[in-house]
């Protein structure tokens, strides 16, 4: 089992749409949750990062965290062709902040 | 400011060969990552370094693969007699003080094919 499941998509959705990203994570030790954006050809920027259960906006960014069910998402409102990326889900690992564990990436693609 | 670069851009070689691939962090960032991405997958961290601490090695596939770093500077990632499995985007990342919750900033990556 992987530490971390992703869905890859590719997800395609019109422009203006609310876009649900979703990951699972096996390790309950897990403290830090990020969520990473990638441009074609680029490497990920950060995007979002929370530690504890509940939700965390930003725009129109929102990230959530069930530590109880281990399960993490990401909310985009109103979303944008500009917002058309891959999504990385993302935790630090237990040993402390040596290395990001990731999900394997959700293809995002926004439709005017 | 400038970010993490990264060179070359693209990279091909032939199966059997040795490739290095450089690295220059964000100047006064003491922590630097190295992650394998192949198409399609996640990343995969590979090694990290933290100063003059001794790097964590876990993530490194094959003793076919090593880094080195300068200081707190430049950063190398060699791999020796390439295979086609190598074939991948290879990224690298800096934080200002590698601690739990310190941001990592990505470079473009060096996209490698092994051919």
């Known amino acids: 089992q992987k530490e971390v499941e992703q869905d890859p998509g590719p997800l395609s959705v019109p422009e203006g749409a609310i876009v649900s990203l979703n990951c699972t994570y096996s390790n309950s030790a897990f403290q830090y949750f990020m969520w990473y954006r990638q441009y074609s050809r680029k490497g990920p920027e950060l995007l979002m990062y929370t530690y504890s259960s509940g939700n965390k906006e930003d725009g129109r960014f929102t990230a959530q965290v069930d530590k109880s069910s281990k399960y993490i998402s990401l909310f985009i409102r109103d979303s944008q062709p500009s917002d058309s990326a891959t999504y990385l889900c993302g935790q630090e690992g237990i040993q402390g902040a040596q290395k990001l564990v990731f999900g394997q990436g959700t293809r995002l693609t926004i439709n005017p | 400011g400038a970010g993490v670069s990264q060179s070359p851009s693209n990279k091909v070689t032939e199966k059997g060969k040795d490739v290095e691939l450089r690295c220059d962090p964000i100047s006064g960032h003491t922590a630097l990552y190295w992650y394998r991405q192949r198409l399609g997958q996640g990343l995969e961290f590979l090694i990290y370094?933290?100063?003059?601490?001794?790097?964590?090695k876990s993530g490194l596939p094959s003793d076919r693969f090593s880094a080195e770093r300068t200081g707190e500077s430049v950063s190398t990632l060699t791999i020796q007699r390439t295979q086609q499995e190598d074939s991948a985007v290879y990224l690298c990342?800096?934080?200002?003080?590698?601690?739990?919750?310190?941001?990592?900033?990505f470079g473009p990556g060096t996209r490698l094919t092994v051919t």
């Open positions: 370094f933290q100063g003059n601490s001794a790097p964590d």
């Open positions: 990342a800096s934080s200002l003080t590698g601690g739990l919750a310190s941001e990592q900033y």
